[in-house]
């Protein structure tokens, strides 16, 4: 019986992630379908209810669900517990279970695209969405001895400060760019710099040269902040990479194969 799963979001027809599946399935002879779902907040709890009954065994969660999700699943992860978000769901035995591989699919695209990253120097977050939580969570189980959080709108990043105490400290948007000093690491996590959405441009200037870049958009792969960064001699980290590796535990999941993320997986996700 062929297995279903695919993605949610509003937006979706950016997200790669069905191409990315669809890959993996035919690598791998699986008799399943992965489709991209975009569901407005108002049909969410009604998509809840109907996506196990036609089939399917789990779905991916995108801007702006994860938070959402996390609050409907009747049982979560700690990685998912401790962020207040999730990005996988697996349908199982009529209950909903809710995963969030955000921060171990970012941790393996920083180390894999910046080998020499050290995790012993501090980083800024930009962002306090979902994504924001689960990076922030893996930054500090990694090592990282506190995180800078800046979000346009200030009371967001107060508040996912407030779940990781006294290891993040917040600065106001306009501050970004002097609080770049003395930082190891900068993540945008942000929908700025996304196709069809408004550029992020900072002022790098205060910005250690050897202090790593990373963006997790993808679409475009090379963003603005990630020009600007490499222009200035910053190591740089795309953000297609974060996109395979935090998909292999749910893929595991619905389709009961562990899939492997390699240079064939990158190109037909970029084909």
Known sequence: ??????????PIGHSRSPRLHGHWLA????????VPLRVPAA??????????????AGINVTIPHKE???DRADEVTDRARAVGAANTLVFRDGRIHADNTDGIGFLANLRQGAPNWQS????????????????????????????TLANRTTARAEALADIFGDWTQVVPWTEVSDALAGQ????????????????????LHALPEEAVVTDIVYTPLATPLLRAAAARGNPVVDGLGMLLHQA???????????PEVDDDLRRAVLA
């Open 43 to 56: 049909d969410l709890d009604e998509t809840l209810r109907l996506l196990p009954r036609l089939g399917f």
């Open 68 to 70: 959402a999700v996390f």
């Open 184 to 203: 190891g690491l900068l993540v945008n996590t942000t929908s700025l710099g996304m196709t069809e959405q408004p550029p992020l441009t900072l002022d």
């Open 27 to 34: 690598r791998y002879g699986i008799d399943g379908h992965y």
């Open 120 to 147: 012993d120097r501090p980083a800024m977050v930009l962002g306090a969405g979902g994504a924001a939580r689960g990076i922030v969570d893996a930054l500090l189980t990694a090592g990282v001895p506190g995180v």
């Open 1 to 10: 019986m062929s297995v279903l799963a695919g993605v949610i979001g509003d």
């Open 248 to 258: 292999v535990p749910g893929f595991a999941a619905w389709f009961g194969t562990t």
